[in-house]
């Protein structure tokens, strides 16, 4: 991980004004939610009320026929997805399944790796958001990242999460806006008091929500999470879970775990990939079954996921 | 304390209140059901009819809720003990709609038979004795006071007697053939109180084990026996 891949690290003034571009097309391209139906197949008609509402919730992203390649070799090959607004939307699935890799075409962290290359379309709020006009550096403040290991600047805790705003040329009360991302991150209170200490000094489960706050400060749209509890204990686990459900109210969140369970606990729909292997060995992961949580956790409709997440795989 | 699963637990506590909901609701059906027989007031037993419709369209919602529940939320310790009691408490709460249906289904059996008032009367008492029960156990459970729920089968003793002397009433109402009906429907009646009052006593144990973790059967005295008394 490099300070150039995170949310926000490389952004000049140069890039900032490819923003505009992103933001005026947003006002002349009509919502792409309206006439679209993006609910997943299957979807359980007699699940509760609360939950019904969200079937129309607008899409924020809406993938078509997403193949993925390293070179000639397709890692991820035809995904048809929309992820709905203030959701929480799992990509769960086997090692090498592609979910890694899929996550990362929502903010165009594919570019940083020379051969990699999409087909296929990703719509953001009705942008194609690898549209030669698009700014991928705006992409990614709007499109926040959490990774699977955190990792804080080495900088204090107060400029990891000012580092982002000071780039885009930030002119509101910094102070403030430190502590609200903090606040919002669920860490103001047990960092308020060393605020000039270093990011890495605090614990794992705390520095995984400084980077949450760093991924806030920046008023993202949408948060991407790589994994975003796979090193840290089972308390600072749900701790990240809790506040993933707190802050769903204000973000889009899309999440890649290997922790079945974890996906269970904090998601509204999931997406269960899986992975063929070719003859020369080569694997593509591909989407088998995309729903509703609750149903896929309960009655999925492929059997390749009813396998899978009752352990009858490999 | 932090509750660091805060969501999960607001959920339980939802889902507890939709049957606590239900058992209230079981309760007036109760009153309305044997009041529907004892004063041959069929739009009331209608009114029973519909009211367990509602009654089995919660308990098929809970179901539902219930199974996503599990399969998402990994419950442990008493979370996972509440989990067994909501399911249980369901399925109690379903059945004890049900038989308010069945005396429902008397009070239409019977219309324009004449009735026989001193069973009229024990029904009645019967009808009071397992509605108090209900608002006990209701009690109990918002409380989480297990000794509460040990006055169940004390409480349930009058019901099980009253009914296992209802037969006496039923051929004392002799010889009138059609007061004889009424009354051999009434002894269903009287069944139907008893298995209610049977069910209450489930939902305090269901109660209990929630605090215990140790599942029994409560006998007269509410303790409880691992091991099911012989009789």
């Given at each position: 991980m490099t300070l150039s891949s995170a949310v926000g690290a490389n952004m000049n003034?140069?890039?900032?004004?490819?923003?505009?571009n992103v933001e005026s097309k947003t006002e002349t391209t009509a919502p792409a939610t309206a006439n679209l139906d993006l609910r997943p197949t299957g979807a359980n008609q007699q699940m509760p009320p609360e939950d019904r509402e969200s079937l129309d919730a607008p899409v924020v992203f809406d993938v078509e026929g997403l193949s993925v390649f390293y070179g000639d070799f397709m890692a991820v090959e035809d995904v048809d997805l929309g992820i709905h607004e203030h959701e929480i939307t799992a990509l769960i699935g086997p090692s090498g399944c592609g979910k890694s890799t899929?996550?990362?075409?929502?903010?165009?962290m594919n570019d940083l790796i020379p051969s990699a290359r999409v087909e296929g379309g990703v719509a953001y709020h009705g942008i194609d958001l690898y549209g030669d006009k698009?700014?991928?550096?705006?992409?990614?403040?709007?499109?926040?990242?959490?990774?699977?290991?955190?990792?804080?600047?080495?900088?204090s805790i107060y400029d990891n999460v000012a580092f982002g705003p000071r780039v885009l040329g930030y002119k509101g009360n910094m102070d403030d806006l430190v502590e609200e991302s903090l606040r919002k991150a669920a860490l103001w209170?047990?960092?308020?008091?060393?605020?000039?200490?270093?990011?890495?000094?605090?614990?794992?489960?705390?520095?995984?929500?400084?980077?949450?706050?760093?991924?806030?400060?920046?008023s993202p749209d949408v948060l991407l999470m790589?994994?975003?509890?796979?090193?840290?204990?089972?308390?600072a686990t749900l701790k990240i879970e809790e506040l993933m459900l707190a802050l769903k109210e204000e973000y889009t969140i899309v999440i890649v775990t290997h922790n079945m369970q974890q996906a269970g606990r904090v998601s509204d729909r999931t997406a269960f990939f899986s992975v063929d292997v070719d003859t020369k060995g080569q694997r593509t992961g591909h989407l088998v079954e995309y729903d509703w949580t609750d149903k896929l956790f309960t009655a999925p409709s492929e059997r390749e996921t009813e396998d899978y997440i009752t352990g009858r795989f490999g | 304390m932090t509750d660091i699963r805060s969501h999960f637990h607001q959920e339980l506590e939802s889902l507890e209140h939709v049957l606590l909901g239900v058992a209230d609701r079981a309760e007036s059906m109760v009153k309305m059901a044997v009041d529907s027989f004892t004063s041959g007031d069929l739009e009331l037993a209608d009114r029973v009819i519909e009211a367990d419709d509602e009654i089995d369209q919660t308990y098929l919602d809970v179901h539902?809720?219930?199974?996503h529940m599990m399969a998402r939320q990994q419950p442990m310790g008493s979370d996972l003990r509440m989990m067994s009691v909501l399911l249980h408490m369901n399925i109690t709460l379903e059945r004890m709609g049900d038989q308010c249906v069945n005396i429902a289904t008397m009070a239409n059996a019977t219309e324009g038979l004449p009735r026989v008032d001193v069973i009229a009367d024990e029904l009645r008492e019967m009808s009071d004795l397992v509605r108090a029960m209900l608002r006990t156990g209701i009690e109990a459970v918002i409380r989480r006071d297990g000794d509460e729920a040990r006055l169940l089968p004390a409480m349930d003793e009058p019901v099980d007697r009253l009914n296992r002397n209802m037969y006496q009433e039923v051929v004392k109402s002799g010889p009138d053939p059609e007061r004889l009906e009424w009354a051999t429907k009434a002894m269903l009646v009287s069944r139907a109180l008893e298995r209610v009052g049977d069910?209450?006593?489930?939902?305090?144990?269901?109660?209990?084990?929630?605090?215990t973790g140790e599942m029994a059967e409560f006998d007269e005295a509410g303790i409880g026996h691992a091991n099911a008394p012989s009789d």
């Open positions: 003034e140069e890039d900032l004004e490819d923003v505009g899929f996550l990362r075409c929502l903010n165009r698009v700014d991928p550096v705006e992409v990614r403040r709007r499109i926040g990242m959490v990774f699977q290991k955190p990792n804080p600047f080495p900088k209170d047990e960092v308020k008091d060393k605020m000039d200490e270093l990011g890495m000094a605090i614990s794992g489960g705390q520095q995984q929500r400084l980077c949450i706050a760093r991924a806030i400060a920046t790589d994994e975003p509890c796979s090193a840290l204990d089972p308390i | 539902n809720r219930w199974m069910q209450v006593v489930d939902i305090g144990e269901q109660l209990a084990f929630l605090l």
